[in-house]
């Protein structure tokens, strides 16, 4: 009984907001008259341009997992500072459970280099230079928590000026 779901590129389009599934997991029941069936899909969505939602999901058949997980990621969109709206802002370091997550900010023309999860996070989020490593377990599950603790933990100079209580040129200007 061959079970091939490498649906890992399929993605689409709708009211400008990128869905991307990571990935699925085919879970079995054992009852009496046998085994049941069922799938859970984990998806990332997001506009391109600073906005991201992830989203885990349950259902007896992959489509319906896939629409639950898509569903339940839109209302869950965040916002993300994105420098120059192509990369982060610093290097940051996160960690969930085994999962952790190196990304460092990189200069024009460097692209994704980052592996699975994390590059359709990247995708999605509108981050077209980054540099990213991920240590410890290839669950893509622990992955992406990681992989989102580690964006939300990036500062901004808007938020850094607040914090000192000064102008965000004079913040940018001293960044090396």
Known sequence: MGWNFNMENKDKK?????????????ITKVV?????????ALVVVGNQSGRIGIAH??????????????EMARRKLIHIPLREGRTIHHDVKAKDGSGKIVL?????????IAGGPVRAVCEVLGVKDIVA????TSNAHNVIRATM???LKQSSPKQISTIRNKKISEIIE???
Do not use: C, W
């Open 104 to 112: 460092r900010a990189a200069s024009k023309g460097t692209g994704i």
């Open 32 to 40: 009496k008259g046998g085994r049941r069936f069922g799938f859970s």
């Open 14 to 26: 709708s009211d400008n907001i990128l869905e991307k599934l990571v990935h699925i997991n085919r």
């Open 133 to 136: 490593k991920s240590m410890g």
């Open 174 to 176: 001293k960044r090396g």
């Open 149 to 151: 603790k580690a964006l």
């Open 57 to 70: 999901a349950k259902a007896k058949q992959v489509p319906d997992a896939i629409k639950k997980a898509n």
